[in-house]
């Protein structure tokens, strides 16, 4: 069977490919393919090929995903933009991709305004919600009848890494010439997990997100229903996954520590699930933990990047006997490598960790950072410290940039973030590295207290000494800070790098 929408519009029309768990909207397989493809008919009208570059910049709703199918199904390349961006940011983005067509959503008002100019190869522009000036109504274009497409193939997502530590980059893989179907990347990944046509993914994160969108487009090429919300709310989250019988989940750690402060939590039935899946950010091995006593051992981790060059992945089982692990490669091989003599190291040595056999990448319009990526033999590398155990299972030290040399002794600080969340006053938790004259570097650590938390005077020595108790002291941040919020991405990246700049110059806000 071909694996595309277009299959399940004939097979099941009526079946609800995405439903907004807000206020039930649903969005039929008959109505996505209908809807995508008379959006396609409009971009291929006005001129734009496959390998051609078009951007939204809107919020999750249903719209997100007829409006990426439609670029996907003539051979178009398709940036999402973060809607948290500055405006300087977001024109970037779009200017960067090179897109030609822009949606806005009337929604972000901030942004479709920052948007409405400085973005001059823009030639066609559309307005989801309230009509604007020089823009195409979405509504009618999505509306129109129409017949067969000229041309459909496989188009391929261009999304931009999060510019935790530096300026954001698209990520460009090759276009293939393949018809409809032809090419499902992740397909044997998902029905590892037990993804089928009778799925219910609750989508939990933002849809300009990689996986977010890559997952919602893997259970729409089998047939299942996509759920989807706008910022995250713990218990709206949960009550959703009990009301449509969620069979898969999609969480990062951040939603796993704020639905584990739920109040009557295991009141919720989720029963139906068969695999929640998590990754984008380390999961402290505590509230992985508390995750699994919870749900069950439906647990899957997995370790990638937006640029797809590999991954590894482990289930819950797996994890108990290997706690604090990503897992064993599933795309590509693994590899750990000395940073100064380029060689691989042997099993148990920490190093950069490297993938061989994954699928090529570019970083759009920067021949330079992409050449970063790889070392002389091919690997290809996310920029992250680690090592491997005996059973070829791979423990994240932390990212190479954020690694601490403190008297000589290098110093990872997600070591130290894992044992820090643990503690009950504790809500999120960013640790790095500043100057000081006698070591070279120091760690510190801010902390964003959990919400009604009384946080007083001797608050950061607690904390202090609930990590030495656990860690050895050399490992443990010299001093503790306090802020209302961390600037944490919905996605569940964290935005370290400008957290590190703010106290590298001195000032601090906490």
């Not at 823009?122 to 509504?139: M, P, T």
């Not at 989508?203 to 996986?211: D, T, V």
């Not at 989807?228 to 898969?248: K, N, P, V």
């Amino acid at each position: 069977m071909v694996e595309y929408p277009t299959t399940h519009a004939l097979r099941r029309p009526d079946h609800p490919a995405v439903i907004d768990v807000r206020d039930g909207a649903t969005l039929t397989y008959r109505r996505l393919e209908e809807r995508s493809r008379a959006l396609a008919h409009a971009l291929w009208g006005w001129g734009l090929r496959p390998g051609d570059h078009v951007a939204l910049a809107m919020a999750n709703r249903a719209e997100f995903f007829e409006f990426c199918w439609a670029a996907h199904r003539i051979g178009l390349y398709y940036t999402a933009v973060n809607t948290h961006l500055a405006p300087d940011e977001a024109r970037y983005v779009v200017n960067d991709c090179g897109a030609t067509a822009l949606v806005v959503d009337s929604s972000l008002p901030e942004l479709a305004d920052a948007l409405q100019s400085g973005v001059d190869a823009v030639a066609h522009r559309i307005v989801i919600g309230s009509s604007r000036a020089g823009h195409e109504d979405y509504e009618t274009l999505a509306g129109a009848v129409t017949g067969r497409l000229e041309h459909e193939g496989e188009g391929e997502k261009m999304l931009y890494t999060s510019g935790t530590t530096g300026a954001p980059k698209g990520v460009a893989r090759p276009l293939t010439d393949g018809p409809p179907g032809s090419v499902f990347v992740i397909r044997p990944l998902i029905l590892g997990m037990g993804f089928d046509e009778h799925t219910v993914l609750m989508n939990a994160g933002p849809l300009y997100h990689s996986a977010p969108l890559g997952y919602g487009f893997g259970v729409h090429r089998l047939g299942g229903t996509v759920l989807i919300s706008g910022r995250f709310d713990a218990e709206q989250c949960l009550a959703s996954m009990q009301r449509h019988r969620a069979t898969h989940g999609l969480f990062v750690p951040t939603h796993f520590v704020r639905m584990l402060r739920v109040p009557d939590k295991e009141l919720y039935d989720l029963s139906s699930l068969v695999t929640a899946a998590h990754g984008a950010a380390p999961c402290p091995p505590t509230v992985k933990r508390e995750m699994i006593d919870w749900w069950g051992p439906v647990l899957v981790e997995y370790y990638a990047g937006t640029e797809g060059a590999g991954m590894t992945m482990l289930d819950s089982s797996e994890w108990l006997t290997h706690p604090g692990s990503v897992g064993r490669p599933v795309s590509g091989g693994v590899h750990i490598v000395d940073e100064t003599t380029g060689e691989e190291l042997p099993t148990g040595g920490t190093g950069a960790v490297y993938f061989s056999g994954g699928v090529r990448f570019r970083y759009h319009g920067d021949d330079a950072k992409t050449a970063g990526a790889y070392g002389p033999n091919g690997w290809s590398t996310l920029g992250d410290i680690g090592r491997l155990d005996a059973d070829g299972y791979l423990y994240l030290s932390d990212r190479k940039s954020f690694t601490v040399i403190s008297g000589g002794v290098n110093i990872y600080p997600q070591e130290a973030e894992n044992v820090l969340i643990g503690h009950p006053l504790v809500g999120d938790v960013a640790a790095f590295g500043v100057p000081d004259d006698d070591l070279g570097e120091v760690l510190i650590a801010v902390v964003e207290p959990v919400e009604g938390a009384d946080v007083g005077p001797g608050s950061g020595a607690e904390i202090m000494a609930w990590c030495s108790a656990r860690l050895s002291r050399q490992k443990c941040p010299r001093r503790i800070e306090f802020r209302d919020r961390l600037p944490r991405a919905e996605n569940g990246k964290l935005y370290k790098r400008l957290l590190r700049d703010e106290y590298t110059r001195g000032v601090s806000s906490g």
